[in-house]
């Protein structure tokens, strides 16, 4: 039995998911001992977990230290080497810990793997650090690639992803014209009601930098 500060005492389950689910509540309260109490718990029973290892790494990152969740994630990788999402998660931790050098090679070897989403996500976060360190050369020619490799899967979300970092580029470099023309375009690859909130407001702001008030 486990303590919730706010609602009480609960029993947790032996199923793996149901598990899962409560530490993400815990989390999502700021519980972070909490939530890591759960899961270790069952690690003793479910030692080989890379959920729960996983689980216990995004706790710790969610709390700020970023060495032990790296140490977490790595333990979920001996398990489940192949995990796209665990990969992810790890290069993210380096990123956000300053650790790009490690981020980067992560994400590489990500886009280097055979499935669709490990190449995909490989290729955004990618583009991603370029972009944010202002390395634009790197960026256009990771973009560039991330983008054929989309139409390729007709994979809309993700050219929508890789549009709007453009635009982004474009405004901040000054190029107005050019970060209008591929804001039209990403409201026009918009799959989803937040993407489409989001490119009507950069397109807007860009018009407002134009001195296009009325537009």
Not at 16 to 39: D, F
Not at 68 to 75: C, D, F, R, S
Not at 116 to 126: I, M
Not at 200 to 213: C, F, S, V
Request: proline residues 2%.
């Amino acid at each position: 039995r486990f303590t919730d500060e706010n609602s009480g005492s609960f029993f947790v389950s032996d199923d793996e998911l149901t598990i899962e689910n409560i530490a993400y509540i815990l989390m999502a309260k700021g519980q972070y001992s909490q939530a890591r109490k759960v899961l270790e718990t069952r690690l003793s029973n479910l030692p080989e977990s890379a959920i729960f290892h996983k689980q216990i790494g995004t706790s710790y990152f969610l709390e700020g230290k970023y060495d032990l969740a790296i140490q977490e994630v790595k333990k979920a990788l001996q398990f489940e080497p192949e995990d796209p999402i665990i990969q992810e998660l790890l290069g993210n931790i380096y990123q956000i810990k300053g650790d790009f050098d490690e981020g980067l090679n992560v994400y590489q070897g990500m886009k280097e793997r055979e499935d669709f989403f490990s190449q995909y996500t490989g290729r955004f976060w990618l583009c991603y650090l370029y972009l944010t360190r202002g390395q634009y050369q790197k960026f256009q020619e990771e973009l560039s690639e991330g983008e054929k490799f989309t139409q390729e899967f007709n994979f809309l979300p993700g050219l929508y992803n890789f549009t709007s970092m453009m635009t982004y580029l474009h405004w901040q470099k000054n190029r107005l014209a050019e970060a209008l023309e591929e804001a039209h375009r990403a409201v026009e690859l918009a799959q989803y009601r937040d993407h489409v909130n989001f490119s009507l407001h950069q397109r807007g702001m860009i018009y407002a930098h134009m001195g296009r008030i009325e537009e």
